[in-house]
């Protein structure tokens, strides 16, 4: 049985958002928000971080065929340079939240910043998504669907290893780009090498 919580309020219909990617260095911010019924069954549920790539896969399914909505939504680097990854982030959730076929009345985030959505009240938890069902479940369904489109990404610019990495800062995807410089992918904004060297962004 999972050790989450299946609801902040039981009188009220929750839905659960997270992002992921928010510390790549290329690729989209990725946000989903999910609302799940009161009695659900997700035993291996869990923060997507505490989970291998073969559990969450088996979630992603399981959480669609069990919630009462969910939806997806996705940020694009270009975005996230204009407004920067915080309020990208943001941004990616209140879409979500806005593409959900059932209205929630309160909105769960991940983190401990939001900005008011023009319809729904909302509650900020910190590490939500190892505390809440909702949240964790949008956790999976935002860390699956990212990973997928970074793998399809890397087959169009495998030199950054993005199958593997999926964006993130790891020494090979750092070195790749000091040796061929950036893709169209990849944010302008963020730190892209250690040294930060001179890198041509046309």
């Not at 730190?191 to 962004?201: M, N, P, V």
Request: glycine fraction near 6%; proline fraction near 3%.
């Amino acid at each position: 049985m999972s050790n989450l919580q299946p609801y902040l309020h039981a009188d009220l219909l929750e839905a659960g958002c997270d992002e992921a990617g928010r510390g790549c260095l290329a690729g989209p911010v990725v946000a989903a928000a999910v609302i799940l019924p009161k009695e659900f069954d997700l035993p291996l549920l869990d923060d997507s971080k505490k989970l291998s790539h073969k559990v969450r896969e088996t979630l992603k399914g399981q959480i669609k065929e069990q919630a009462l909505a969910w939806a997806v939504a996705v940020i694009d680097n270009e975005t996230i340079d204009q407004i920067n990854i915080l309020n990208a982030s943001i941004l990616g959730m209140q879409q979500a939240v806005d593409q959900l076929a059932i209205a929630p009345k309160l909105l769960l985030i991940d983190g401990n910043r939001f900005k008011k959505h023009q319809e729904y009240n909302h509650q900020c938890v910190v590490g939500g998504d190892a505390k809440f069902a909702s949240i964790a479940a949008a956790s999976v369904l935002a860390k699956t669907y990212r990973d997928e489109l970074m793998e399809t990404l890397h087959n169009e610019f495998s030199v950054y290893d993005w199958s593997k990495n999926k964006g993130y800062p790891t020494k090979k995807h750092r070195a790749a780009i000091v040796l061929h410089g950036i893709s169209p992918y990849h944010r302008k904004s963020f730190k892209l090498t250690d040294e930060q060297l001179s890198i041509k962004f046309e």
